[in-house]
């Protein structure tokens, strides 16, 4: 069993409400290896909310660190690995070098331990990796009026083709989304589709989807047109350094990396282009085969949901 008492304590300093989701993060992460089950839904979000948490408890280090810097302070290479920001699996690389390269004083001993704390939870997500259960999770301990209000008054995006909340037939945002890779994650709510007619009332969103695709497209031909024309002399890339803001790099034909950029840019635009061209023919379809037809689940634009 993970436990991080460390953090915790970080974390309730900075967010109290946080804390408490942190908190229930890791029973919920702890829980799911003891019992050899845990659902996707729920370690994403235990992931989500444990990320969280470690931002905010390594940003209390670091401000501790920041407040005791003299004004004349050298930036050193060993501060690559000393930020608020750390993904699960990068904490036990930081802490050898750290180990090794940073000053030994309180605050480092401090972040150090917090990193071992990091680990922990890594580890913990390994291991329950083999006990993730995919797909939705079933309403086992839902009754059925407690399912039929939340199902009450959804309606399919245009767009996205899931089923969202609706606010008198109008698409609402869409919640957040988890990323598997590294573990953060983004709002949805930004889907075309959001704001207009859900697709059971109107292909308004797609309609108005069409001239944005068309141009889109037009732009990549565009861009690829360029970037194959043999003409292109200097390519802006951007370049990251750990715990510091992007910089832009300017690569200049001759070069061996311009050569190498040029022919991943080509790639990638030719990718988008195939892509947008499936985008457009999908939507298309959907602005041809449009029908009106009533919510699955029942639910109006001034309807009453049902009391559970």
């Not at 401090?110 to 006990?131: C, H, S, T, V």
């Not at 399919?156 to 989304?177: E, M, N, P, S, W």
Request: net charge positive; glycine share 6%.
């Amino acid at each position: 069993m993970v436990k991080t008492p460390l953090l915790s304590e970080l974390v309730l300093q900075k967010d109290s409400r946080l804390h408490e989701r942190f908190v229930h993060a890791l029973e919920t992460l702890n829980m799911g290896i003891a019992n050899k089950r845990i659902w996707n839904a729920e370690i994403n979000d235990a992931k989500y909310y444990l990320a969280n948490g470690v931002e905010r408890a390594l940003g209390v280090i670091c401000d501790r660190r920041r407040s005791s810097r003299s004004t004349d302070h050298q930036y050193q290479e060993w501060e690559n690995d000393f930020s608020s920001y750390c993904s699960f699996n990068q904490a036990a690389g930081r802490i050898k070098r750290l180990s090794k390269n940073a000053p030994k004083t309180s605050v480092m001993r401090d972040y150090i331990a917090a990193l071992g704390e990091i680990a922990a939870i890594w580890k913990a997500i390994q291991a329950a990796r083999p006990f993730v259960v995919k797909g939705r999770r079933t309403n086992e301990d839902k009754t059925p009026e407690r399912v039929a209000a939340e199902l009450w008054n959804t309606g399919t995006c245009a767009i996205c083709d899931r089923r969202q909340k609706l606010d008198k037939g109008i698409v609402v945002h869409h919640g957040f989304q988890m990323s598997e890779y590294n573990h953060s994650g983004n709002r949805m709510g930004k889907c075309f589709g959001t704001g207009y007619w859900c697709y059971e009332f109107s292909n308004e969103a797609n309609t108005a989807l069409a001239p944005v695709l068309a141009e889109r497209l037009r732009d990549l031909r565009a861009a690829l047109g360029t970037l194959k024309s043999g003409t292109v002399e200097t390519l802006t890339v951007t370049r990251w350094k750990y715990s510091h803001s992007p910089y832009n790099v300017i690569l200049r034909r001759g070069a061996p990396e311009f050569d190498r950029e040029l022919a991943s840019q080509v790639l990638e635009t030719e990718m988008h282009l195939r892509r947008t061209k499936a985008e457009i023919a999908a939507n298309d379809a959907k602005i041809k085969g449009w029908s009106l037809r009533p919510l699955a689940y029942g639910g109006s634009g001034d309807s009453v949901p049902p009391v559970v």
